[in-house]
């Protein structure tokens, strides 16, 4: 119990600290929230949205879950998606994955997972779509990484097949970024994921309004 007193006590300094700053802060917050971020990352307890970013609250729309996954089956991610793009109206939708990720490494893994295999079958048929170049890669850890940086391109895809974002597209300007964090430096990567050609093969499938490129 010591340990959530403490959290608690951490609490009253932390309003402190803002109001000492600005005596209006918790009635400005409270006002509403125009985010100009959407961010789509790993629930892991190492990687802190805002902070990795330098934002304060208000700045950002978070959604997090394991391996960073945009299923569109998933109730939870889709309705974040609906939510931010079509009444946040947010500019920028950012998928952030990491580098020494459990999630990624568990489907890496044949092993039964219980409750977790639907879950991770989703980052396995990513190994799937890019087995080539991952089966190319004879360094375990070379391996890990690019399957990483794989499974945040598939789930920014994700995000431009759905029909809300395709009519975000139409509507104003929005960009779906694709990034990882290396906890051992520090850094965010920026992947610079060339979409217009990775969906040059695919788009007719996926475009929902058959008049323009899918991130036009």
């Known amino acids: 119990m010591k340990r ?12 402190q600290e803002k109001l000492a700053i600005d005596s209006n802060y918790f009635e400005n917050l409270s006002k509403g929230q125009t985010p100009e971020f959407l961010y789509i990352g790993c629930s892991d307890s190492r990687v802190t949205a805002e902070e990795l970013m330098g934002l304060q609250p208000g700045e950002a729309f978070i959604h997090r879950n394991i391996a960073n996954l945009v299923n569109n089956v998933d109730l939870n991610v889709m309705s974040v998606l609906e939510y931010a793009v079509k009444y946040l109206k947010v500019n920028h939708i950012i998928v952030c994955g990491h580098y020494n990720c459990g999630g990624i490494k568990a489907a890496m893994e044949a092993k039964d997972l219980g409750i977790l295999n639907p879950w991770l079958r989703n980052v396995r048929d990513v190994y ?13 850890q070379t391996r890990y990484n ?41 850094r965010l990567v920026n992947l610079e994921i060339d979409f217009p050609k990775i969906l040059a093969g695919i788009e007719e499938i996926y475009n929902l309004y058959g008049d323009s490129s899918l991130t036009s």
């Open 4 to 15: 959530i007193e403490e959290i608690f006590q951490t609490n009253k300094e932390w309003i």
């Open 128 to 140: 799937r779509l890019h087995k080539e170049e991952l089966g190319a890669i004879t360094d375990e």
């Open 146 to 186: 690019r399957l990483v940086e794989l499974n945040v391109q598939e789930q920014c895809v994700n995000i431009i097949k759905t029909a809300v974002v395709q009519q975000a597209y139409h509507d104003r300007e929005i960009t779906v970024h694709g990034w990882v964090f290396d906890m051992y430096t520090g």
